[in-house]
């Protein structure tokens, strides 16, 4: 159970409302707890099933006001933070910094944070019954902070604004989540880039999450490096180091991604597809979705329909 006060201890009040009220960033499937007050703004995005529960998290914060957030769970806790930066005491009560591109994993029954500015992070809560089904020992879990990979990045990253239907839905958060517990079990330990702090690893971050909830959006590198305050040499120095490829690769990449994804699990036509990623003719999405798969996308949505009705029958 979560709760969020004032710096006079005041509880904040949330208040349910529609999930497609939401701009920006979406946990499909979620309820959605909304709070507005003076110099604050809080999105909690909730999804639940029998053996994990996950969820999506925005707090924009004005001037000097800080929230204190409190949270009671027996679960194991993974939480990683997509923008800004998370506050949060460990065992002994000192203050740590969660920035963006890590991870935190946790046992701890009662976990307190401070908001003090902007911060969006993802947290997943998997209890004892979902280890137990996967055949993985919670004591093999990474515990502590640790810099993210790009492959549990992209794993949590493709759990929000997923394309799914409500029937599919179930399923592959599910299988999601199965997949992030193997690799957290087995991830070796991210070292910093040569010759970047973790402030600047977290700035690429940033703007790696800005660029996945602006995805149908014609974003320029530079008002990207705007928006995240850095400049543009910067951005694309750090985007190479972090993740070995140039801004417009990943983009790129995400957006082919998430085509994929709504090819194989819904029936938007391929002419609303192109502008839904962000592409702006027809002609150059299928060109760009060929080099990478090899097929067009009228040829990949035929092929795994197929492919399905042959695993059914």
Request: proline content about 3%.
């Amino acid at each position: 159970m979560l709760t969020i006060a004032l710096p006079t201890g005041d509880p904040v009040d949330l208040e349910l409302v529609p999930l497609r009220n939401l701009k920006g960033t979406r946990l499909p499937g979620s309820n959605l707890l909304q709070g507005t007050g003076a110099g604050y703004a809080i999105a909690i995005q909730d999804y639940f099933q029998s053996v994990f529960s996950l969820s999506y998290r925005s707090i924009e914060i004005s001037g000097k006001l800080h929230l204190d957030l409190t949270e009671h769970s027996s679960s194991v806790r993974i939480e990683y933070v997509l923008s800004g930066e998370l506050i949060w005491y460990d065992e002994f009560g000192d203050q740590r910094r969660l920035l963006a591109g890590q991870y935190l994993v946790s046992r701890n029954r009662v976990m307190k944070r401070v908001v003090r500015k902007k911060c969006a992070w993802f947290t997943a809560f998997i209890n004892a019954d979902m280890f137990t089904e996967n055949m993985v020992e919670e004591s093999v879990m990474p515990y502590g902070v640790h810099h993210v990979s790009l492959d549990i990045k992209d794993q949590i990253l493709g759990l929000l604004n997923n394309p799914y239907n409500a029937g599919m839905r179930n399923l592959m958060y599910d299988s999601a989540v199965n997949k992030l517990l193997m690799l957290l079990s087995n991830a070796p330990e991210q070292l910093l880039p040569d010759k970047m702090t973790k402030e600047e690893v977290a700035i690429i971050h940033h703007a790696d999450a800005l660029i996945a909830e602006n995805i149908g959006e014609h974003l320029s590198i530079h008002t990207i490096a705007r928006m995240v305050g850095t400049n543009a040499f910067t951005l694309k120095r750090g985007f190479k180091a972090v993740f070995n490829m140039g801004v417009f690769k990943r983009l790129t990449s995400r957006r082919l991604d998430l085509a994929r994804q709504y090819l194989e699990n819904t029936d938007i036509p391929i002419g609303d597809i192109f502008m839904q990623v962000g592409y702006q003719s027809a002609a150059g999405f299928i060109t760009a979705f060929r080099r990478k798969f090899n097929k067009t996308p009228r040829e990949w949505r035929v092929d795994h329909r197929t492919k399905q009705k042959g695993d059914s029958s």
